[in-house]
């Protein structure tokens, strides 16, 4: 219709009516982009704000996550402050076996930090991290990010250093079977392990790295509350701190 017109207002040399009817169509052309740009922000918008609530929620559950690990951390550091006591002086006291045992049984289980990425890495590679406009949190989450590779370099250079006492673990501990067939029973040989004064310094040094290790958590377990403070600024939802994965 509008090139018809436009076609005879040429014809009839009806410049003013062709102007008229080109400023119509640019326009028409220039809201239809307005109304585009108008509604993909909008879909953004509304993207940016599940993407915050579902990284909220998933910071809410790791901070659950690693207040449970330092507990079981704290237990495990009491039971090899024995070991340690226990290795120095070469004789147990009594109620002293079992945590002296458990603590050597723990020595070579030196686990990750218990913090998911599932949410974080799922919209990142979705790219709706990438249409958050707030540069600060943009930064908050990339330094997090920082935070936990560097401590996965850690885990990954602890666990090597661990690797390196097994042998001398192995000189005087062994497992024997229990009723439950998928737990075994470290037993220590106390006395060799006394006679010995680098079976005692392995010993300690294997308890300062778990010491070091679980430092390093509740370092995370802050910075991870921190975060979740942070991204309750942006949604408007308060950090559930007691959240539990």
Avoid: K
Avoid at 151 to 169: E, K, P, V
Avoid at 200 to 208: D, N, P, Y
């Amino acid at each position: 219709m509008i090139l018809a017109r436009i076609s005879r207002a040429i014809r009839e040399q009806n410049w003013l009516a062709v102007a008229i009817e080109f400023v119509i169509v640019v326009a028409g052309v220039m809201l239809a982009f307005q109304f585009t740009a108008w509604n993909e922000q909008s879909q953004n918008a509304v993207r940016v704000e599940q993407a915050l609530a579902r990284l909220q929620l998933e910071t809410e559950e790791n901070i659950g996550a690693l207040r449970q690990r330092i507990d079981a951390n704290a237990r495990r550091g009491a039971d090899q402050q024995v070991m340690i006591a226990v290795a120095m002086r070469g004789h147990l006291e009594d109620g002293e076996a079992e945590a002296f045992e458990r603590g050597v049984a723990q020595l070579m289980y030196f686990s990750r930090h218990p913090v998911r990425r599932s949410i974080y890495q799922a919209l990142e590679q979705s790219g709706d991290l990438a249409l958050i406009a707030d540069r600060d949190l943009v930064i908050a989450l990339n330094r997090y990010q920082a935070s936990l590779a560097w401590i996965d370099n850690q885990h990954a250079s602890f666990r090597r250093g661990l690797t390196t006492f097994t042998d001398t673990l192995a000189e005087f501990s062994f497992h024997e079977p229990t009723d439950d067939p998928t737990i075994t029973r470290v037993r220590v040989d106390l006395e060799r392990l006394a006679a010995e004064p680098r079976r005692t310094s392995a010993l300690v040094q294997m308890a300062r790295m778990h010491a070091i290790f679980g430092y390093y958590v509740i370092q995370l377990e802050a910075e991870t509350v921190e975060l979740c403070h942070r991204l309750a600024d942006a949604t408007g939802r308060p950090c559930a701190e007691e959240r539990t994965p």
